[in-house]
């Protein structure tokens, strides 16, 4: 499956960290300012000395750059957790953009919670009726219109519950929604959810951890990070000191592009490889 984001994305992302326009980075990296837009707007992969000096002034991994650059790297496919539950992963259309939303379903109970909606969540709707489950709540990792915008249409299909970050802008459509505290856990059938503050994509991104796989959103994607919306510095310290400081074998399934492990990024995400202090 292909990278959520490619080298141009991730030079935009690391500029936005730094405050820098593309003449800084320019200036930096010792190319024109037309050099800089013709990457970022997936006209000219340069040759690697150029992508590990760009890499260096941008404080990002010249290796991992260079293969991403090079479409020579994507993380493993994933092995399934071996934790009493199901992850079916779908695939919400928004216009052409696909989101990834998740049903994650208790096997001794068949309780079932909704990771973000959608914009458009019929395909969730026909999934959970295939399956012959019915969601009892649903989860959202942030309230951006792609993944919280269906949130009326599953609510009046499932009549359930919503969680949500306290600080995050609340999303309309719900009218039960559960502010998640510090230190709550969310019951699933038998399981036990942990929420994980991944703030900084938006004030109240909040990642949903179960046995070995997190549902991380759009804080971390394999190979990049989600756009810093609200913080730059606090998405790159809540990935780093809350998602990338579990085990190695923690899933992470982001809602853009394939799902990854941590130990995956740790050794091949140029924003963060080499930056995870245990
Ligand atoms: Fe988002």
């Known amino acids: 499956m292909e990278l959520e984001d490619e080298l141009g994305d991730i030079l935009g992302k690391a500029r936005d960290g730094k405050g820098w326009t593309q003449a800084d980075l320019a200036k930096s990296a010792g190319l024109s300012v037309g050099d800089i837009a013709r990457i970022e707007n997936y006209e ?33 496919e994933e092995t399934p957790d071996p934790g009493p539950f199901n992850i079916v992963c779908i695939n919400v259309l928004m216009g052409l953009y696909p989101v990834k939303c998740y049903l994650l379903i208790c096997r001794e109970t068949r309780a079932t919670a909704v990771v973000d909606t959608g914009g458009n969540p019929e395909t969730i709707i026909k999934k959970a009726r295939d399956l ?3 969601p009892e709540k649903i989860l959202l990792t942030h309230t951006h219109p792609d993944h919280a915008g269906g949130l009326g249409q599953l609510t009046r299909e499932f009549g359930c519950p919503t969680w949500v970050d306290k600080i995050e802008p609340r999303p309309s459509g719900s009218r039960d929604l559960r502010m998640i505290e510090d230190d709550d856990t969310i019951t699933l059938g038998k399981l036990n959810i942990e929420p994980v503050a991944t703030r900084g994509h938006t004030p109240g991104g909040i990642s949903y951890k ?7 959103g ?23 000191q809350n998602l990338l400081t579990l085990p190695d074998k923690t ?11 941590v130990g995956e990024e740790k ?5 963060f490889c080499d930056k995870v202090f245990q």
Do not use: C
Request: glycine letters at 10%; a negative charge.
């Open 44 to 76: 000219w992969t340069p040759e690697e000395k150029v992508i590990f000096k760009i890499a260096d002034v941008l404080d990002l991994h010249g290796p991992s750059l260079s293969a991403i650059a090079g479409e020579k790297w994507a993380p493993e």
């Open 132 to 134: 012959g489950v019915k």
């Open 251 to 261: 899933r992470l399934y982001p809602g853009h592009g394939p799902a990854t492990t």
């Open 267 to 271: 050794q091949h995400n140029p924003f």
């Open 210 to 216: 179960i046995n070995e796989s997190v549902f991380s």
């Open 218 to 240: 759009d804080a971390i994607f394999a190979g990049s990070m989600g756009r810093a919306n609200a913080s730059w510095s606090g998405l790159f310290e809540s990935v780093t």
